[in-house]
């Protein structure tokens, strides 16, 4: 069974653009989490999609969205990017019950200049 | 806040020998624990996890201790080899399943040969 994969693998950007990200789970898994991973603060929760809705957010500014589609795939936006937005974007999926491991992709590493 | 940290950032040890990596947690409700091991340039992976209703659980090669009157969750590893080198993660939830969770700050495990 094929992993977690995320595209792009690395991504520049500059200040007040925008970006996004896609992830695509194991097959069969139904919910997508997002994880920011920075130095400074760590591996910190963004949001969960599960069944294309939005089931659990952290605690991070409107300008971190996200969206997932009938197929499980999940994307992620930031809109308005900052110097602090420079991060690992880890894309996890579980297939939505209650005793699932977390399978995490390799991430998708984001600079912002 | 509610958080989850680790007692040291740093731990070598000789191959061959046991590895022991502590974690406090602060959230009395969680319910739900995970070890996750990260190697350079890839996502978390999973190790061992453990539920509240429990105190040790063990794995091939690993064990996870759970003490909820001090809130202190341990990782040990049997004779540490050289590809056990990384960085390792606590995670908490008190969702009861593998979603929106709370990390550690990581232990950097180095094997010495």
């Known amino acids: 069974k094929a992993g977690v994969t995320q595209t792009p693998r690395y991504l520049i950007k500059t200040r007040g653009q925008q970006v996004t990200l896609s992830c695509s789970p194991i097959s069969g898994h139904r919910s997508v989490s997002w994880y920011q991973q920075t130095p400074g603060q760590g591996l910190q929760f963004l949001f969960e999609y599960f069944s294309e809705t939005q089931r659990n957010k952290g605690n991070f500014p409107g300008r971190f969205s996200g969206r997932q589609f009938s197929n499980s795939r999940s994307e992620m936006n930031v809109s308005t990017l900052e110097l602090g937005d420079s991060a690992l974007y880890l894309c996890?999926?579980?297939?939505?019950?209650?005793?699932?491991?977390?399978?995490f992709g390799p991430g998708t590493r984001l600079t912002v200049l | 806040g509610e958080s989850v940290g680790l007692h040291l950032p740093t731990l070598s040890v000789q191959e061959g020998d046991n590895s022991i990596i502590n974690c406090a947690y602060s959230?009395?409700?969680?319910?739900?624990f995970i070890w996750y091991k990260q190697e350079s340039g890839k996502g978390p992976q999973f190790i061992i996890d453990?539920?509240?209703?429990?105190d040790k659980r063990q794995g091939q090669r690993v064990t996870v201790l759970l003490n909820k009157t001090v809130k202190h969750l341990s990782l040990q590893i049997a004779a540490t080899q050289p590809g056990d080198s990384a960085v390792y993660f606590c995670?908490?939830?008190?969702?009861?399943?593998?979603?929106?969770?709370?990390f550690g700050s990581g232990t950097q495990l180095t094997v010495l040969p």
């Open positions: 453990i539920r509240s209703n429990m």
């Open positions: 959230n009395s409700a969680s319910d739900y």
């Open positions: 995670a908490e939830t008190p969702h009861g399943s593998a979603r929106q969770l709370t």
């Open positions: 996890a999926s579980t297939s939505g019950g209650g005793t699932d491991t977390q399978y």
